[in-house]
T-cell receptor, first 111, second 115 residues
Framework: EDQVTQSPEALRLQEGESSSLNCSYTVSGLRGLFWYRQDPGKGPEFLFTLYSAGEEKEKERLKATLTKKESFLHITAPKPEDSATYLCAVQDPSGNTPLVFGKGTRLSVIA | ETGVTQSPTHLIKTRGQQVTLRCSSQSGHNTVSWYQQALGQGPQFIFQYYREEENGRGNFPPRFSGLQFPNYSSELNVNALELDDSALYLC??????????????FGPGTRLTVL
C-alpha cells in the first residue's frame, strides 16, 4: 500500500511557465512532510519541512503548502536550472523515524 | 559546518561478494539513516543508527548490516551481493535520535553496480 503518491511522474515546462507538483499521503499522525530536490546521480538536497495543515514555506521560486492529505510544490516562473527530480517524503508515525518517499516528479524546464 | 560525506563514489562488485560503504555525518548530528534508491524510484529505508545502536530497520534481509562509531560516522555492509543490489546507496544524518520531525540531510551517495 503506497503511503506517498506524487503526480505527475514527469512535467515539461517552458521557461517562465508556472505550475504545481502534487504529493498525496495516507499516513495518519503526520510527524513531518519533506520536500527534496535531486539532480541525476546525486543525493537529495533538502528544500522544505512542513508540520501542520495550513503551513506554507517559500524559497526563491518555490513555495510548498500542506493540507491534511496532500502537499503542493508551486514553481513560479521556472528557469532551466530548476530542472531536477522533486521528491516528497513523510515521516513514519509508527515509532521509528524513517522517511517514506514517493517516486518523485521529474521536472524539465525548457529555455 | 561540514556536510554529509560518503565513500566511495562508485563501486563495481560481482555477485556473491561483500561490500562496505562509509558515511560521515554532518557536524553535530548523532543519527544516521541509510537508504537504497533504485533507478527511477524514491529512496527506500534500510536502517537507522542512533548513538551506536540500531534504531529501526526497513524491509531488508539480514545480509544488510551496519555500524555506527563513537564519532557518529557509519558503515553499511552488504554480504552475498545479488544483481538487484545494484543501486544508489544514500546516507542521511539528523539530530533527532528517534524523536521524529527532524530534517534528514543526505550525502552524495555511493553508486553500487553488481555484475
Amino acid at each position: 500500500e503506497d503511503q506517498v503518491t506524487q503526480s505527475p511522474e514527469a512535467l515539461r515546462l517552458q521557461e517562465g511557465e508556472s505550475s504545481s507538483l502534487n504529493c498525496s499521503y495516507t499516513v495518519s499522525g503526520l510527524r513531518g512532510l519533506f520536500w527534496y530536490r535531486q539532480d541525476p546521480g546525486k543525493g537529495p538536497e533538502f528544500l522544505f519541512t512542513l508540520y501542520s495543515a495550513g503551513e506554507e514555506k517559500e524559497k526563491e521560486r518555490l513555495k510548498a503548502t500542506l493540507t491534511k492529505k496532500e502537499s503542493f510544490l508551486h514553481i513560479t516562473a521556472p528557469k532551466p536550472e530548476d530542472s531536477a527530480t522533486y521528491l516528497c517524503a513523510v515521516q513514519d508515525p509508527s515509532g521509528n523515524t524513517p522517511l517514506v518517499f514517493g517516486k518523485g516528479t521529474r521536472l524539465s524546464v525548457i529555455a | 559546518e561540514t556536510g554529509v560525506t560518503q565513500s566511495p563514489t562508485h563501486l563495481i562488485k560481482t555477485r556473491g561478494q561483500q561490500v562496505t560503504l562509509r558515511c560521515s555525518s554532518q557536524s553535530g548530528h548523532n543519527t544516521v539513516s541509510w537508504y537504497q534508491q533504485a533507478l527511477g524510484q524514491g529512496p527506500q529505508f534500510i536502517f537507522q543508527y542512533y548513538r551506536e545502536e540500531e534504531n529501526g530497520r526497513g524491509n531488508f534481509p539480514p545480509r544488510f548490516s551496519g555500524l555506527q562509531f563513537p564519532n557518529y560516522s557509519s558503515e553499511l555492509n552488504v554480504n552475498a551481493l545479488e544483481l538487484d543490489d545494484s543501486a544508489l546507496y544514500l546516507c542521511a544524518s539528523s539530530l533527532d535520535g528517534g524523536q521524529g520531525g527532524d530534517t534528514q540531510y543526505f550525502g552524495p551517495g555511493t553508486r553500487l553496480t553488481v555484475l
